[in-house]
C-alpha cells in the first residue's frame, strides 16, 4: 500500500513506525511509506535544532519533560533505541542514557493573604519499580480510591514524623498535629471501604467492590474536618498545605462515586475541572492553590492564551482526573523523566534513522498546501504539495554534534539550489507565509493509496477547507477543540544554579535534583534546569547553567520574540529575587552571568560585551505558526474530536493529541496513542497500553 504521511511531529513518526515494524509472523509490512514535511527538520511541536553560531547550543519550542506513565511512548522509544544499536559510550546510546529520573518538583505558593511565599512548595515523590514502557493497561475511575486515600495519609504520616517538609518550616504546633492525627484516623476508617488497592500499570482482572454509601459518609465527614482545619490554620504554611492535598483528594473521590464510577473517564467532560471539584466540596482556599494551578500550567489550559485571568483557566474534568491519577499512580521508575538530550536529539533523529533504514522516504521541504476529497465525500482524492526549496540531491538533515546525530537550527543552505541568496534573504520555511517556488498534486491510485494526517489541529482551517465544507463533524471539531499559541525562553550562565542562589538547591530540599518549577508570574509561569544538556553542547566559553522558561501566549499579543523576551525580562528583573536570590535583586539582575558567544564577531571578555546584548543573545521563541499551536482540552470538547481511524474519510488516518483516543490532553503521550489508533487495522500484533 502507498501511503503519504503530512507532516513529521509525534503522531506521524509513531504512524510510520508501527507501520513498518516487523508483523507478529516476522515479516516486514509491504508499504511504500513517503513522509511530507515542511521545512528540514522533523517534531512538530517537539522540533529542536543546534545553532552552530552559538555553541551548537539546543534550541526548543519550549519545555519538554516526560512523564513515568508514558506507557505507549516509552515502548516505542525503548524499541527505537535497541534497533538503533549505538555502540556502547555513545552519546545517547540507549534508552536509558536518552532519560534520567526526576522525582522533585516545586511549585511557587502564596499565604492566606496571596502574598508569595520566599520558600516553594517541594514535592518529593518515590521511585517505584518497573520501567516507564512495562504498563500493560490503566484502571477505571472505581479502581483508585483506595490510593488517593493513601497517598494522602503518606504525606499526612511523613510530615508527623519529620520526614517530609514541604516549605522548609518545620511548626509543630500542638493543635495542628491534634487535628491532624484525627484527619489521618479518618482517612484511615475511610480505606476500609474504597476497596482494593489499584496496581500501578496494570488493569484490575476482576470487578472492584466498594461500599459507596459508607465510603460517601465517611468522606463527607473528612470534608468538614478539612473545613475546621482551615478555620484554625493561620499562618502556618505546612498545615494549609496538607489541608489543600486533603481536600483536593476528598473533593475528587466523592466527585467520582457520584459521577463516574461505572463510566469512562470522559463522562464529565462537559464539564470544567475546578467547577467539578468545587461542585463537590472542594473549599475555596484550594481552589486556586498551587496544586490546581499545576494542573492547569503544566497543559497551557487557558483559553485564549490569557493565562493572567483565572477565569480564562478550562480543563475538561474527566479527562484532567484521568491524567492526574495515571500521574500519581500508573508511573514506573520516577513521575517524570527528563530527557538528557533536546527533543530532537532524544526522540526525532532517532526515529528518523531507524525509520530511514525501513525504507522511509522522507521529503523535507515539501508542505501540505491542501487536502482534496472526494465529490462523494468518502475518499482523499489528492494533495497539494507546495515545494518550498529545490535540492542539490536527497537532503540529508542530521548534523554531527560532537558524536551526536543532531538537527541543526537552521536549513542545510549548502544543499539547496541558490541556497546563499536563501540565507541571506533570511527565508524562513517553516512559516506558511514564506511562498513556494511549485507545486504539485499527489492523486490517489496513482500517488497514494491512504493518508495519515500528522498536523496539528491548527493546521486543519487552513489545510482543509473542503473536508469542512463536506463534514459537519470536522466543523464542530475545529469550532469546539481550542487551541492555544505558547512562547519560550532559554537563558545560559556562567553561574551554576547554586550560585544563582536557588534556596532549595542551597539547603538541600531538592535532593540534589535539577529544578522544574512552576505556578509562579504568569504568563511564563514554568522555570526548568536543563543544564543536564551542557555537555551535548560545545561552548568555547564557560557555561555552567541553562534554564528554560515556558508559558501560553494571548492571541491579541504580536508574533514576535519581543512578546517573550521583555516578559522574560520582567520576571528576572521584578520576581526571580526569590528563587534565585543571589543573581536577582528587585529592580536588578546580574545580566553579567548571561553567556553569549561570538556576539557581534567578538571573543566574549569582559566589559566587551554589554548587558543588554548579552540578554538579546539568548534564545527566545514563540509558536503561533497553525502546525505548532498546543492543543488544549477545554471542557465540552472532547465529545468533538475526530476518531482517527473512522473520521469520514476511508482512505484516512488521523494521528496526533487532537483526536478522540481515550486520553484526550495535550502530551506525547495522547499523541502516539491518537496515532496507534488510526492506523491499528493496518498493524497487526499492535498492543495498545490504556
Known amino acids: 500500500m502507498r501511503i503519504a504521511i503530512l507532516g513529521g511531529g509525534v503522531g506521524s513518526m509513531t504512524a510510520a513506525y508501527w507501520l513498518t515494524n516487523r508483523l507478529p509472523d516476522g515479516t516486514t509490512p509491504d508499504h511504500d511509506i513517503t513522509v511530507y514535511q515542511m521545512g528540514w527538520r522533523l517534531g512538530g511541536k517537539g522540533a529542536s535544532g543546534r545553532n552552530a553560531a552559538a555553541g551548537q547550543r539546543i534550541e526548543e519550542h519550549g519545555l519538554h519533560i516526560w512523564m513515568g506513565f508514558y506507557a505507549n511512548a516509552f515502548r516505542m522509544m525503548r524499541a527505537v533505541y535497541e534497533e538503533l544499536n549505538r555502540p556502547p559510550g555513545a552519546p545517547l546510546a540507549t534508552w536509558k542514557d536518552a532519560f534520567k529520573p526526576q522525582t522533585v518538583i516545586s511549585m511557587m505558593d502564596t499565604d492566606a493573604d496571596g502574598q508569595w511565599l520566599e520558600n516553594e512548595w517541594v514535592v518529593a515523590t518515590p521511585m517505584m519499580p518497573g520501567e516507564p514502557g512495562d504498563q500493560t493497561g490503566f484502571g477505571d475511575p472505581c479502581d483508585y480510591h ?41 482517612l484511615h476508617a475511610a480505606t476500609a471501604e474504597a476497596g482494593e488497592p489499584h496496581e500501578r500499570g496494570r488493569r484490575s482482572a476482576r470487578p472492584r467492590h466498594h461500599h459507596h454509601l459508607l465510603l460517601q ?6 470534608h468538614e474536618l478539612i473545613g475546621a482545619g482551615f478555620l484554625i490554620s493561620g499562618t502556618c504554611v505546612e498545615f494549609r498545605r496538607l489541608l489543600m492535598l486533603a481536600d483536593v483528594a476528598v473533593a475528587t473521590l466523592r466527585g467520582m462515586i457520584k459521577d463516574l464510577c461505572g463510566k469512562p473517564w470522559d463522562a464529565i467532560d462537559d464539564e470544567e475541572w475546578r467547577a467539578w471539584l468545587t461542585r463537590h466540596g472542594m473549599h475555596a482556599q484550594t481552589s486556586w492553590s498551587s496544586i490546581i494551578r499545576a494542573m492547569y500550567d503544566i497543559v497551557f489550559a487557558y483559553r485564549d492564551g490569557d493565562a493572567t485571568d483565572p477565569s480564562k483557566a478550562d480543563l475538561a474534568a474527566g479527562t484532567t482526573t484521568c491524567a492526574m491519577v495515571r500521574i500519581y499512580f500508573d508511573y514506573y521508575e520516577s513521575i517524570f523523566l527528563k530527557m538528557q538530550g533536546g527533543m530532537g536529539d532524544t526522540i526525532f533523529g532517532p526515529i528518523y534513522e531507524v525509520l530511514k533504514k525501513r525504507g522511509v522516504k522522507f521529503r523535507f521541504f515539501h508542505r501540505l498546501n491542501e487536502v482534496i476529497p472526494s465529490d462523494d465525500g468518502t475518499q482523499i482524492d489528492a494533495l497539494r504539495i507546495g515545494v518550498q526549496a529545490k535540492l542539490k540531491g536527497e537532503y540529508q538533515p542530521l548534523v554531527d554534534v560532537k558524536g551526536l546525530p543532531s538537527w541543526p537550527s537552521e536549513p542545510s543552505w549548502d544543499q539547496l539550489e541558490d541556497g546563499e541568496k536563501l540565507r541571506a534573504a533570511q527565508v524562513d520555511f517553516e512559516a506558511y507565509a514564506t511562498p513556494d517556488v511549485e507545486e504539485f498534486t499527489l492523486r490517489r491510485g496513482t500517488d497514494f493509496d491512504h493518508v495519515v494526517f500528522g498536523l496539528s489541529a491548527g493546521a486543519v482551517p487552513r489545510v482543509a477547507q473542503r473536508l469542512l465544507g463536506q463534514k459537519e463533524p470536522w466543523r464542530r471539531m475545529v469550532e469546539k477543540v481550542k487551541v492555544v499559541r505558547t512562547q519560550a525562553a532559554q537563558l545560559w550562565f556562567s553561574r551554576n544554579v547554586a550560585d544563582l542562589g536557588w534556596t532549595s538547591a542551597l539547603n538541600g530540599r531538592c ?4 529544578a522544574v518549577f512552576g505556578t509562579y508570574i504568569e504568563p511564563m509561569d514554568t522555570w526548568a534546569d536543563m543544564s543536564q544538556l551542557l555537555p551535548l553542547e560545545d561552548w568555547s566559553v564557560p557555561v555552567n547553567n541553562v534554564a528554560y522558561f515556558c508559558g501560553p501566549m494571548r492571541d491579541s499579543d504580536p508574533v514576535t520574540t519581543d512578546v517573550p523576551r521583555e516578559l522574560t525580562r520582567t520576571l528576572l528583573e521584578n520576581h526571580m529575587y526569590l528563587p534565585w536570590v543571589y543573581a536577582a535583586k528587585q529592580g536588578g539582575f546580574r545580566y553579567d552571568w548571561l553567556v553569549v558567544e561570538g556576539a557581534g564577531g567578538r571573543a566574549q571578555g569582559a566589559g566587551e560585551i554589554s548587558d543588554e546584548e548579552r540578554f538579546r543573545g539568548q534564545y527566545f521563541r514563540v509558536n503561533t505558526e497553525p502546525t505548532e499551536l498546543y492543543v488544549l482540552s477545554v471542557s465540552g470538547s472532547t465529545k468533538h474530536r475526530l476518531d482517527p481511524a473512522n473520521n469520514g474519510y476511508a482512505n484516512l488516518s488521523l ?10 490532553i495535550g502530551c506525547v503521550e495522547s499523541a502516539v496513542l491518537g496515532a496507534m489508533k488510526g492506523v491499528q487495522r493496518f498493524c497487526p500484533g499492535m498492543q495498545i497500553v490504556e
Open 511 to 514: 535532593y540534589g535534583e535539577r
Open 146 to 186: 483506595f490510593n488517593i486515600l493513601e497517598w494522602v495519609k503518606a504525606r499526612i504520616e511523613a510530615f508527623i514524623e519529620g520526614r517530609e517538609h514541604s516549605s522548609g518550616q518545620h511548626p509543630h504546633h500542638p493543635t495542628h498535629l491534634a487535628h491532624l492525627h484525627t484527619l489521618h484516623a479518618s
Open 655 to 664: 494521528a496526533g493529541d487532537w483526536v478522540y483516543n481515550g486520553f484526550a
Open 217 to 222: 459518609l465517611a468522606l463527607d465527614a473528612i
